[in-house]
């Protein structure tokens, strides 16, 4: 029990690490544009797929440093052209664009590395145990994956709260008017923002490419659940981006561990009605469970955990 | 006579056009073909009720869509079990009270705010009922779904409904009705207050309305019509699964509403008869069809967000004054620049689709436009590429005659 207890919380802080990765980004880019990036997943696994392509001819360490670079690129390139176009016509419209993007993106996807999972490893440097704990062997590239997260959750904090350029977009955030006043480029920080949220997204795609599986449902299947963090956590907010990614990291991998049906946690008083639904366990229940808690909290605190504005 | 002549001949020509069609389309292929285009109208037209009237924007529209159906279905297993003596026509009917029921559930949920928050519910309430529907077996099917045989229910005036253009006329009258009742749901009060919910919520308050409300309505009649188009679904097809409640299905009835043009009622059936012709057809042409549907998405958003409605309509009002044949120059120089782009984009997929999945397992040859072409040699990716970026340089160049003929017209 302790073990289980020991490695679902690893393996939920580093889901939650990685889901924050992604989250910061999006958020990040909601609060300044007001857009809903649909296609923020798909930088993720575009970095998946560049770092999978890079390390077949350089190795995995220069994909781990070009990959996320080109994805930032695309990003820019994405909101300088696409985004920016789409300003006048209003925030439906620039939803709409992300969204057809990430539909072109996949199937672009499809096209060059095919339908099927492509075969992206951990490097053989980092293909080792990292510590063994009651018979059970955590391999070193889980808490690698965990350092880059810890590190560029580290390195966000401090580029936000510190630096003069995090201090403008803080600023930017809110009063975009004034700090276009003050003399600062604030379309140009717009791209900047957007391009280092993508190239976070594509970071998060090389590290967790190896790990969980690099395929071209990868975008779709992480999508959903990047859209329940930033919303249950409270839209705008990256505090509660992060307090939400570590809530559902934390919850889904439990809840993977937990191979228990309802009729067994229920005995007796199960109902008769509904046979199937009580012989459900709660492993199975998983992907579920992030669904039902951003429907619950949008239902009694429609701003979120910690958010203070509602669209 | 002439005012109620002016108004009822649009329906006698859909009616006329519905009822005609198959004489003109007889393969049984068109037939499905057709009574597909009929479902996706009712749906289409069902998700605009939200979008276009109300302005909320749902990304998991399939649910109602999806549920409908698969209560229809069980409903059509359970009479052929019990041996009730209904007809295969009021089928329909059960899918869009099974909509209904579902809509006012999670519309209570989810209409209590508009905007993003309304989106993001219903997107999580999409992946909800779409991710559970692999928990509930019993009621989804699985992975094979569930399946029905619509000629043992009981027959309606001696119509079994074996044959597809059965099916067909079944489905033409539904959407012929669901069409019309649509229609005059804009034509009311209520439709109204829609569109002023969709314009300003706030102000609504202000006149004594409830915005809330009046969003709960729309959600449920729009669940309801769409439930009726699943209903459908399942008697055409006689199976359903759990992918026609999924994200993709919610993506293609947005796809349908917006590439047809949600500021016009007209525009989501134009939507959804050309995707669905699309579908049909490119899927046998091509492999890459969905990437075209995704750009063909992304051109519309960001050239013309009217849809194909409203660039209709803007002709349309150009005819009326008659000053259309001001556009013809500027037309005439645009559209062989545009042909040009469209030429090499179609030409750079292709090849790249062939070099890319197919030419390890089929080989480099292939035909395209009618020549033999290799995807390996260099010649027709230049010329594609030579096409595409000509193509588009010339647009840009052009396009200021475009503006300037438009310009002319309305100071006119």
Request: aromatic residues 12%; glycine residues 12%; proline residues 4%.
């Amino acid at each position: 029990m302790l073990q289980i207890v020991v490695f679902s919380t690893l393996n939920g802080i580093l889901y939650g690490m990685l889901l924050f990765m992604l989250a910061s980004g999006l958020t990040l880019v909601f609060s300044m544009m007001g857009v809903l990036n649909f296609a923020h997943a798909s930088f993720y696994m575009l970095g998946a797929y560049l770092g999978f392509e890079i390390s077949r001819h350089l190795g995995f360490w220069s994909g781990l440093i070009i990959a996320p670079l080109c994805v930032g690129g695309i990003g820019a390139l994405v909101e300088r052209f696409g985004l920016r176009q789409l300003h006048r016509l209003g925030h439906v419209s620039e939803l709409l664009f992300t969204f057809g993007l990430a539909f072109v993106i996949e199937e672009l996807v499809q096209m060059i590395w095919g339908k099927l999972p492509v075969n992206y490893n951990v490097p053989p440097s980092l293909d080792f145990v990292a510590f063994r704990l009651f018979d059970t062997t955590y391999p070193a590239y889980r808490m690698f994956m965990l350092l880059t997260a810890v590190a560029m959750f580290a390195a966000l904090l401090i580029v936000l709260t510190k630096t003069r350029i995090g201090l403008i977009i803080q600023a930017a955030l809110t009063h975009p008017d004034m700090v276009a006043m003050l003399g600062h480029n604030v379309p140009r920080l717009f791209m900047v923002v957007f391009g280092a949220g993508s190239a976070l997204a594509g970071l998060a795609g090389v590290i967790a490419g190896p790990a969980l599986v690099t395929q071209p449902s990868m975008a779709t299947l992480l999508g959903p659940i990047l859209f329940v963090v930033i919303v249950v956590g409270g839209l705008g907010s990256l505090t509660g981006a992060f307090v939400a990614s570590l809530i559902i990291g934390l919850v889904q991998t439990f809840a993977v561990a937990m191979n228990i049906s309802f009729s067994e946690l229920l005995g007796p008083i199960a109902p008769p009605l509904l046979g199937d639904l009580w012989q459900v366990t709660i492993a199975e229940l998983a992907p579920v469970i992030p669904y039902l808690l951003l429907v619950t909290v949008l239902i009694f605190r429609p701003t979120g955990l910690i958010g203070k504005r509602e669209s | 006579m002439t005012s109620s002549l002016r108004f009822l001949w649009p329906w006698l020509a859909l009616a006329m056009l519905f009822a005609g069609a198959p004489q003109i389309y007889s393969s049984g292929s068109a037939l499905t073909m057709m009574s597909v285009m009929g479902e996706m109208i009712i749906f289409a037209l069902s998700f605009n009720m939200l979008l276009g009237q109300t302005g909320l924007l749902s990304f998991g529209h399939a649910v109602y869509f999806g549920l409908g159906g698969f209560v229809a279905i069980h409903a059509m297993n359970a009479l052929i079990r019990a041996k009730v003596g209904v007809p295969v026509v009021v089928i329909p009917l059960v899918g869009g009270a099974a909509g209904l029921a579902f809509g006012v559930l999670f519309g209570l949920i989810s209409t209590r705010r508009a905007g993003l928050v309304f989106s993001m519910i219903s997107l999580g309430l999409g992946e909800l009922v779409s991710s559970s529907s692999f928990i509930l077996r019993s009621f989804f099917g699985g992975e094979e779904g569930i399946t029905t045989n619509r000629t043992k229910l009981a027959p309606f005036f001696g119509h079994k409904f074996g044959s597809q253009i059965e099916v067909y006329y079944l489905v033409a009258v539904w959407c012929f009705f669901c069409i019309a009742a649509m229609y005059a749901l804009t034509r009311t009060p209520f439709g109204r207050m829609c569109n002023a919910v969709r314009e300003n919520g706030e102000r609504v308050e202000y006149v004594g309305y409830s915005a809330q409300t009046i969003r709960f309505i729309a959600f449920s009649f729009s669940a309801f019509f769409a439930g009726i188009a699943g209903g459908l679904t399942a008697v055409n097809f006689e199976i359903m699964n759990a992918q026609q409640l999924g994200a993709q299905q919610s993506g293609l009835v947005l796809l349908m509403s917006y590439i047809g043009g949600i500021g016009h009622f007209a525009g989501p059936i134009l939507g959804a008869i050309l995707i669905t012709f699309l579908q049909i057809t490119l899927s046998d042409v091509t492999n890459a069809w969905q990437l075209y549907f995704g750009l063909l998405f992304i051109g519309f958003v960001l050239f013309a967000p009217g849809g194909l409605a409203g660039w209709l309509m803007l002709h349309r009002d150009a005819a009326l004054k008659r000053e259309l044949w001001r556009l013809a120059p500027a037309y005439g120089m645009v559209a062989p620049a545009l042909a040009a782009s469209f030429a090499g984009a179609v030409m750079l997929i292709e090849l790249a689709e062939r070099q890319l999945a197919l030419a390890r397992s089929e080989g480099s040859a292939m035909r395209l436009f009618g020549f033999e072409v290799d995807a390996a040699s260099m010649g027709p990716w230049l010329m594609g590429l030579v096409l595409f970026c000509g193509g588009v340089g010339l647009t840009w160049l052009v396009w200021p005659k475009v503006t300037g003929a438009w310009g002319s017209l309305t100071s006119a």
